[in-house]
């Protein structure tokens, strides 16, 4: 049986009286790139910050393999393996590039204060280990040269990258990408194409991903979800979802 | 452009008239049982008037004056200091040549001097603590001194009714205050800023006014006396040594002098200072000083990275707060008296300006400017009543030259080999 690794039923999020996602149901399986498309102001975030825990859903459940994780604190979630990145890049921008990898990895160090004080075996060993994923996530991602450089120096693209591998580098198992292709040029997005498709096949992680841009997301997608004024409109395969009427009537308006 | 200057100039100038006229124009003298006015004498008011006269026209033509002066160099740092291959390479004989120069000095010079260095130590112990906290971790602590009152106060009551020893009450007082950090962290470290600023703020007189009105164990605003020093190995600094104690000028067969117990305590707090200089260095290079600063620049990406927040802020509040608790602990044994006097806001206001004097989060800038700001009111203490005022006259040049501090630098980042 293939247990679903997300599986979002009836999720609600109310703001007063304003219902912001309203009966949203998402579901993913192992190894799967997802979408979630919808107009501006739909409520894709606002799903991606209900998953993430920085809001707790109003109503509805969200099971990660199998179990509950609404309302659970925002750190806790990305612990068990959901790690999202934002819509704007959020880098520790003064820190250099492999601080940053490190930074993401603080729960998997030897935080103890006092193994830290004496420099002990397995706080070296940990502190090498980090160092090790580092580096090899910031090569997956084409980084590595930039390694000691401040994460605010880095193109915008680079930058990008670079969150991508931040959260890599803590071991998720379900990454959640906000819009990652905004600002970036063609040549940038075809890379970030390819990167989120090596996630996928090499990596063996599902991806849930919200995204404008259309070619983007018709081409690596598994399963498309449509949102439109905070109520799913559709949902299905790329091709599909082309040729659903109530979508191009969403994005279009009616003729 | 000269009419808009001439219009800054008058206002400067009328606002140094006020000033110096209330300050030092006019003074109170008592005269039996009453108190008079008196006018300042005529040189003072010539000397008045000419620095009023200077205001004025240093403001009419300070165009022309930052003309001229942009001519000359400005000092920079790095072209004084030597390469950064050469400084690494140094460093750990510097550091040798500093300790045994702290340790040699002090054997050389005049008891009060040792007795200053001594102040100035402390201060740099609360100077390196609240760096923690502001510095490194972004959180601004106004009522730092608190946790200074509370390690000093638990080595005095401790050691005023239990009897117990300075070195048993040192880590006492450091958890002491750690436990407090802990207990004030815990509901406020949500708050951010000013209202973060402003919880501290209470925090600190809470504790003071608490110390002043729990007359029957602090003895209030009487304070506590007769604290014991610290003793070397159970030896004794005082003339006479107590009930079946011995005191170390018997023990080494040498004459008294009173310099011994004011060297020792120095000493002591060499030791202090340099065991805090490791492990703050220590904490900076390791992941929870790479924590602290991701928190201070982005507490939406540590949080979805899996960081827990509150652990880490609050691991910065009580490893400052601790550090406090020694320097207080300390401070307690080496004055032998303490009373809530001196443990006010002011405290905290100064221990804060050594902070951002030095430059936020630099070890070598707080010690520099812990330094500055003990030594330079001695210093000035010829110039009596005006001496508050140098002191001000120092701090707006400070932010007119250097706003960002003496030594302003960063946590040293880790680099890829």
Known sequence: MSQLLLDVNALTMRFGGLVAVNGVNLQIKNRQIVSVIGPNGAGKT?????????????????????????????????RKGLVRTFQHVRLFSSMTVIENMLVAQHRHLNTNLLSGLLKTASYRRLEQESMDRAVYWLEQVNLLSFANREAGNLSYGQQRRLEIARCMV?????????????????????????????????????????????????????????????????????????????????????? | MMRRNFYTAFFAAGITLVLTCLMVGVKLTSEGTELRVVGA???????????????????????????????IPRPSLDKILPAESVRSRLK??????????????PFMVSRGAVDLATLTLIYIMLGLGLNIVVGLAGLLDLGYVAFYAIGAYTYALLSNYFGLSFWICLPIAAIMAAIFGFLLGFP???????????????????????????????????????????????????????????????????????S???????????????????????????????????????????????LNRTVIKLSAFTIGASTAGFAGCFFAARQGFISPESFIFIESAIILAIVVLGGMGSQLGVILAAIVMTILPELAREFQEYRMLLFGLLMVLMMRWRPQGLLPSKRPHMELK
């Open chain 1, 46 to 78: 606002t799903v991606f910050n209900c998953l993430s825990g920085f809001y707790i859903p109003s109503d509805g459940s969200v099971l990660f393999k199998g179990e509950q994780i609404a309302g659970l604190k925002d750190f806790r979630i990305s």
């Open chain 1, 170 to 255: 803590t071991q998720p198992e379900l990454l959640l990408l906000d819009e990652p292709a905004a600002g970036l040029n063609p040549n940038e997005t075809k890379q970030l194409d390819e990167l989120i498709v090596r996630l996928r096949d090499e990596h063996e992680i599902s991806v849930l991903l919200i995204e404008h841009d259309m070619s983007l997301v018709m081409g690596i997608s598994d399963h498309i979800y449509v949102i439109a004024q905070g109520t799913p409109l559709a949902d299905g395969t790329p091709d599909e979802i082309k040729n659903n009427s109530d979508v191009i009537k969403a994005y279009l308006g009616e003729e």
């Open chain 2, 41 to 71: 004498t005529a040189t003072q008011w010539t000397w008045i008037f000419s620095g009023i006269a200077i205001v004025f026209l240093s403001q009419l033509f300070r165009d022309q004056i930052s003309a001229a002066t942009a001519g």
């Open chain 2, 92 to 105: 750990p004989w510097l550091i040798a040549a500093a300790i045994v120069g702290l340790i040699i000095w």
């Open chain 2, 188 to 258: 406020v470290l949500r708050l951010r800023g000013d209202y973060l600023a402003i919880v501290t703020l209470g925090f600190g007189e809470i504790i003071r006014i608490l110390l002043n009105n729990w007359t029957s164990i602090t003895g209030g605003p009487n304070g506590i006396s007769g604290i014991e020093k610290p003793t070397l190995f159970g030896l004794e600094f005082n003339r006479r040594a107590s009930e079946g104690g011995t005191t170390f000028h018997d023990f080494m067969g040498i004459d008294y002098s009173s």
């Open chain 2, 260 to 306: 011994y117990k004011v060297i020792f305590l120095y000493l002591i707090a060499v030791v202090l200072v340099l065991a805090v200089l490791y492990v703050i260095n220590r904490l900076m290079r390791m992941p929870v000083g790479r924590a602290w600063e991701a928190l201070r620049e982005d507490e939406i990406a540590c949080r979805s990275l899996g």
